[in-house]
């Protein structure tokens, strides 16, 4: 791929993502005698945090109506809030599951990745690799409570975690569709697929942008388990209870060996990634595709 755009990448954002939005945590740790506890609720405006009933799980509810798309914002509050959550020793277990009624997450924001300008491009993109890399290296015992669709950037996230539940609901579908949009999966969204089903299988899920239902995903090995709708999120959070019985020291140690290699080539060409981003998102012939593809989706109400 011809690296042509050259782009300043601001890194102001996203080494300190919390010094430009205004931090609606409150309540997140309170002292209490002279010891930090957690309070109840916590989080901030599009990604919710609530202490599940079990001892160390935490419940992150994303809540970016109507889609869940992956804006700027929405991956810098998840990033935030999962850092105060590694932080936060109490907790071991995080449960990731949406608020918008039938979509786990529409994927990454087309709206931040069509129209605008380099800049916004590079800050867009250190923001994904952020997201993917924290999730993905996490210490914290993470479970995919997917209760709706879940295409391309959603799948990845949901890929990142430890365990994915998915409602049993054939309307739904999961999968790295980007080539239907005339895009291709950058090689680490290609990695944690392969990680997850294997290379003949991400091969041609890949080429062919497949979304699957869930009884295919499960047989594929994309998801690890359907229950009813109603069932996701507690299914998750006992998952997470059978999980907790490993101590955590030899189970953190064991998901860092299986999986720094694969952040590691992510990690040793961050810049390089962003550049190729940038130019290949900035071509007129990309931009053409993803507006026909917004335009296409907007004009499925009318
Ligand atoms: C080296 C280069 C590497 C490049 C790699 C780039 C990687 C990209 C990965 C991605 O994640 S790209 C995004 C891919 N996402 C999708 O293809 C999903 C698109 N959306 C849907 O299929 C559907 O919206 C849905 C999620 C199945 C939900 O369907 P539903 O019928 O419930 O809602 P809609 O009416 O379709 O949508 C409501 C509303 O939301 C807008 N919208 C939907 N998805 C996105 C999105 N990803 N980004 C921004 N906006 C989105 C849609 O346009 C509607 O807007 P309106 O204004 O209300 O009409």
């Known amino acids: 791929m011809a690296l042509t755009a050259v782009v300043r990448i601001p ?11 205004r931090d609606s945590a409150l309540g997140w740790m309170e002292p209490v005698g002279g010891v930090e506890v957690s309070t109840q609720r916590f989080g901030s405006q599009r990604v919710l945090v609530e202490p599940a009933s079990a001892a160390g799980v935490a419940v992150m509810t994303f809540k970016n ?34 608020d918008c009624p039938g979509i786990f997450s529409a994927g990454l924001d087309l709206t931040e990745i ?3 300008n380099p800049a ?14 924290r999730l993905y290296l996490s210490n914290l015992m993470l479970v995919a409570a997917i209760n709706g669709a879940c295409p391309a950037g959603g799948c990845l996230m949901s890929l990142t975690c430890d365990y994915r ?14 080539t239907l949009l005339g895009i291709v999966a950058p090689f680490w ?3 944690t697929l392969v990680n997850t089903i294997g290379h003949r299988a991400s091969e041609r899920a890949l080429q062919l942008g497949l979304l699957f239902p869930p009884t295919e ?3 594929v090995g994309m998801v690890d388990r359907l229950v009813p709708e109603d069932q996701v999120q507690s299914t998750a959070l006992s998952v997470l209870a059978q999980w907790m019985a490993i101590p955590d020291h030899a189970r953190q140690l ?21 550049q190729n981003f940038v130019s290949f998102i900035s071509r007129d012939s990309i931009q053409k595709s993803l507006q026909m593809y917004l335009a296409k989706l907007r004009q499925k109400k009318g």
């Not at 804006?71 to 935030?80: A, K």
């Not at 539940?165 to 980007?178: R, W």
């Open 11 to 21: 890194t102001r954002a996203l080494l300190r993502p919390w010094a430009r939005l």
């Open 65 to 98: 109506p109507p889609v869940n798309s992956l804006s700027l914002e929405l991956l810098t509050e998840l990033v935030i809030n999962l850092e105060k959550l590694e932080n936060d020793k109490t907790f071991r277990g995080v449960v990731l599951t949406s």
């Open 114 to 116: 069509c129209g605008r």
């Open 120 to 133: 916004h491009y590079a800050e867009y993109w250190k923001a994904v690799q952020e997201m993917w890399l």
């Open 165 to 178: 539940v998915m409602a049993d609901n054939p309307k739904y579908a999961i999968g790295l569709n980007e």
């Open 189 to 191: 969204f290609k990695d």
């Open 217 to 219: 995903a499960l047989q």
């Open 254 to 274: 064991t998901k860092n060996m299986m999986r720094k290699p694969t952040a590691d080539g992510l990690l040793k060409k961050r810049d390089e990634d962003i």
